[in-house]
């Protein structure tokens, strides 16, 4: 069965970078290319949509397509807790859909937050800092608010993270208690260090894209999950560890 994918965001990077792997797959077709002046009703017949915008306007290609009975792959960064809570709710009335959102189509990145929360129990002082090319718009990444979230989930018993100046701007937003510094800077992709500290000793897990090809594992795994996919699910490592199936 060949699926039909309708790309939202298909003349930025990572358009170009889905259609020319979709291109050589066999599985997949592109239905449609959308850039930002084409009618959202071009997606209509899809059989999946790929959201690949920004995070302002994501929101919208994902309800239009839920509006459409069109399951969705999400790689646009800026999905906050509360943003996902929201569609978990809408979820529960299409149980038949899902949504699959995916900060980082990277499988080094990803393995690299899964050692980051293996560490987050044991480390007192933890803070992450993230680069990315000067055309990021967004800042704290999708990737960086995701290894926050999932560090201070791992934390359980220990508790917040010591970073006891959140009103020192310079210190870096904190989320889930963790402080995120972030820099746009021209010769970067992307990279992200996760630095920890404890009595008499520090440990920093680094993770560097240099190259957009680092993505296509990740984002053919991500299409051939979402079609089948049921609920809201959030990470690439959810996708690792087993079926697609989510919390809404």
Same mark, same amino acid.
């Given at each position: ?17 889905? /259609? ?105 002082? /933890? ?52 402080? /995120? ?23 920093? /897990? ?43």
């Amino acid at each position: 069965m060949v699926t039909s994918v309708a790309i939202v965001g298909a003349t930025g990077r990572m358009g170009r970078l889905a /259609i020319a792997l979709i291109d050589r797959t066999a599985d997949f077709t592109v239905h449609a290319r959308l850039g930002s002046s084409d009618p959202i009703e071009r997606i209509e017949g899809a059989d999946l949509v790929l959201d690949l915008t920004v995070p302002a306007v994501s929101p919208e290609i994902v309800a239009a397509a839920l509006d459409r009975g069109i399951p969705v792959l999400v790689g646009t960064s800026g999905w906050t807790a509360e943003r996902i809570a929201v569609l978990s709710h809408r979820m529960q009335d299409l149980p038949e859909l899902g949504v699959i959102i995916v900060p980082n189509f990277s499988l080094g990145s990803v393995l690299a937050t899964r050692a980051a929360t293996l560490l987050a129990p044991y480390f007192p002082s /933890i803070e992450i800092v993230e680069a990315h090319h000067e055309g990021k718009v967004d800042s704290p990444s999708g990737t960086a608010i995701r290894t926050a979230e999932l560090i201070g989930a791992a934390r359980g018993d220990a508790g917040p993270v010591l970073a006891p100046h959140a009103d020192q701007r310079a210190r870096g937003q904190q989320v889930a208690s963790v402080p /995120i510094h972030s820099l746009r800077m021209s010769g970067l992709l992307a990279r992200q260090d996760v630095l920890f500290g404890g009595v008499g000793e520090t440990v920093t /897990i680094r993770h560097e894209t240099g190259s957009d090809d680092s993505y296509l594992a990740g984002l053919l795994l991500g299409l051939r999950a979402a079609p089948t996919a049921r609920g809201v699910i959030v990470g690439l490592d959810t996708l690792l560890d087993g079926s697609p199936s989510g919390n809404g």
